[in-house]
């Protein structure tokens, strides 16, 4: 009896991975990328500055250096882009309570 079981299970597991594998995909079927990235303020490094990005609504970042002394305050209006000179280094960049993240100006 619990060779049958056993057997039972082995062939309904062999089924369902066939009937995953073979079920067919509709034409119009892409797969769909979120991003959150384009409705919230961003702070990206890059080569010799920063990017800022305010989201939906006006934002303030604080530029810190590794060593916590701060180093530049950006304003951004909703909806737009700043980019900063920044010599290469580490920065933390803080907006305002909610994120904190560490940012590479190579």
Known sequence: MRKMKRLLYIVVCLLAMGAAVAAPVPDNFLPQRVETAATGPTAQGAEG??????????AVFNVYSITGQLVKVVRVSAEQRVSVELP??????KFSNQWSRKVVVR
């Open 88 to 93: 290469k280094g580490f920065y933390i960049v």
């Open 49 to 58: 500055r920063i990017i800022f990005t305010a989201g939906n609504s006006d």
